[in-house]
T-cell receptor, first 112, second 112 residues
Framework: TQLLEQSPQFLSIQEGENLTVYCNSS?????LQWYRQEPGEGPVLLVT?????EVKKLKRLTFQFGDARKDSSLHITAAQPGDTGLYLC????????????FGQGTELSVKP | ETGVTQSPTHLIKTRGQQVTLRCSSQ?????VSWYQQALGQGPQFIFQ???????GRGNFPPRFSGLQFPNYSSELNVNALELDDSALYLC???????????FGQGTRLTVV
């Protein structure tokens, strides 16, 4: 059974601080996706990484896919209150198109 | 807004009852996946439908069943509801199995 372990589960920081969220597995994934979910809403896709070692930047967010395609990280620079939410990583196995395995999520709170 | 709509948004049912949740996919999307998200957890894959056929199932009992219609809308049916079925149920639609999936806002099911 493929599992994704996400850490930390909860993170409370001040505006302007940096943070990193980790997503780890013993399984290899064909791609890994990061989502952000607001209370009462569905997850919204932030980025998809597909190549081992790939780094993608989305404004203040930097996503990295591990060389072995088993882990990923999300780094936020100078966090803002608007970044508050639940961050989810989700892996897609080979030949498992659209069947995502999610981590348990990181609840981020950024205080002004 | 993703173009994926789910109904109803909230629902309260009694243990032992049956429930039907509905999902209207984004226009042109022929693949729909259903997920269960318990409070404080990441979503768990229930099953996927592609062109009206079930195309993969997660670790859920047979009392969870689904349908996809010719217009690609979809239903999730749960029989003999249990208290642990209380969760946010999400559907995600995509053009084909391995392209970006868009999530609806979810249906919050409470079983009492």
């Amino acid at each position: 059974t493929q599992l994704l372990e996400q850490s930390p589960q909860f993170l409370s920081i001040q505006e302007g601080e940096n943070l990193t969220v980790y997503c780890n597995s013993s399984s290899v994934f064909s791609s890994l996706q990061w989502y952000r979910q607001e209370p009462g809403e569905g997850p919204v896709l932030l980025v998809t990484v597909v190549t081992g070692g790939e780094v993608k930047k989305l404004k203040r967010l930097t996503f990295q896919f591990g060389d072995a395609r088993k882990d990923s990280s999300l780094h936020i620079t100078a966090a803002q209150p608007g970044d508050t939410g639940l961050y989810l990583c989700a892996g897609e196995g080979y030949n498992q198109g659209g069947k995502l395995i999610f981590g348990q999520g990181t609840e981020l709170s950024v205080k002004p | 807004e993703t173009g994926v709509t789910q109904s109803p948004t909230h629902l309260i049912k009694t243990r032992g009852q049956q429930v039907t949740l509905r999902c209207s996919s984004q226009s042109g999307h022929n693949t729909v996946s259903w997920y269960q998200q318990a409070l404080g957890q990441g979503p768990q894959f229930i099953f996927q439908y592609y062109r009206e056929e079930e195309n993969g199932r997660g670790n859920f009992p047979p009392r969870f069943s689904g349908l996809q219609f010719p217009n690609y809308s979809s239903e999730l049916n749960v029989n003999a509801l249990e208290l642990d079925d209380s969760a946010l149920y999400l559907c995600a639609s995509s053009l084909v199995m391995n392209t970006e999936a868009f999530f609806g806002q979810g249906t919050r099911l409470t079983v009492v």
